[in-house]
Structure formats: C-alpha cells, structure tokens
C-alpha cells in the first residue's frame, strides 16, 4: 500500500467535505463510526488491580469492558450511525465482530455496515480514507481507537487502552457527531 503524500491528503480532505455537504442538501444522514476493538472496547487490565485480581478469583477473562460496551449502546441509541470495523479484529470477518460485540452486551439496533480493506493491512488512518472514498454515501463520520490518527484528528475520538470508551471519549464523541 502506497502511503498519502500531505498534498493528497489535503486533497482527500477536500473530497470528503465535499461529499458530505452534497449529501447533506441532497437529505441524506448517514454517519459512519469508525469502531476499533482494542483499547476501546476492549480494555486492557494491568496485573495488580482490582479487576486483575478479580479475573483471576473468577476464572472470567473477558477481554472486553461491559461500561465500554454499554457506552456505545447509549451512543448509537442517541445517535445514527452506522458501524464500520476498522479493528484488526476485522480479519476474523464481520459476522464474527458482531457476534463477538453481542456476546460483549451490544444490543440488536445496532447498525453494521462493513470493515475497512481486509485486502491490506496498512495504517489505520489511510483504510479509513480509502474507505470514505469508496463509499461517498454518508454526511459525517467519526473514529473510536487508541491510535493516533494525525491527519483525522478532528473526528478522531482517541481512547486511553486502559480506560477505553470512559465519559470524556464519551463527551468528545457528541461534540464531534453534532456538527453533523
């Protein structure tokens, strides 16, 4: 995968916004949320906590984090969006993310769309991109993950692996999403 030069992706910007204002004066609303599963759903629990030592009394490694999980119900009840997997965990296929995040507690309103490429495996940040210009059908996005994302940053909702989807990812998630 050939990376973005800065003039492509200020390029690429450009198209973006352009897509979505068309779309929002043709009544289209439709928001893609970029969801990764690690560091987001999926927290990260340190040897020496409490819930450690909890998983370890009960036998329950459960790698993801319930409040996490119910955040996101609460977030896509609020809000429309459509899912769009663009964790790693996206190579085990979509029926498998969904399955894995009902097992977490996801209820079933929850709209899926698609992973980013299961062709390449290339920065997160690109197979986002290449994505919305694959699919020019949406008025707004916004990205869930604990990578930084430089050229995103503005509907990037950056996740700490240890606290994952907490109540600041939370607040910063509607302000990004209002603007749509």
């Not at 899926?112 to 690109?126: A, M």
């Not at 869930?144 to 990812?169: A, N, P, R």
């Amino acid at each position: 995968m050939e990376r973005r030069t800065e003039a492509q992706w200020l390029l690429d910007h450009k198209t973006v916004n352009s897509i979505m204002i068309h779309n929002r004066n043709a009544g289209i609303r439709k928001i893609y949320m970029f969801l990764d599963f690690d560091g987001v759903v999926n927290v990260f629990v340190l040897p020496g906590t409490k819930r450690y030592e909890e998983m370890q009394e009960s036998g329950n490694f459960e790698f993801f984090d319930r409040d996490c999980v119910r955040r996101l119900n609460d977030f896509v009840r609020d809000w429309p969006v459509t899912i769009v997997i663009s964790s790693s965990w996206r190579f085990g296929g979509l029926d498998y993310c969904k399955e894995y995040l009902k097992d977490a507690g996801l209820e079933d309103h929850v709209v899926f769309s698609d992973t980013t490429s299961l062709e390449v495996d290339g920065p997160r940040e690109e197979l986002i991109m290449d994505y919305l210009l694959e699919h020019p059908d949406f008025t707004g996005f916004l990205i869930f993950d604990d990578i930084h994302m430089s050229h995103l940053l503005d509907y990037l909702v950056q996740t700490d692996v240890l606290k994952g989807w907490d109540e600041e990812c939370d607040e910063r998630a509607r302000k990004i999403i209002a603007k749509f």
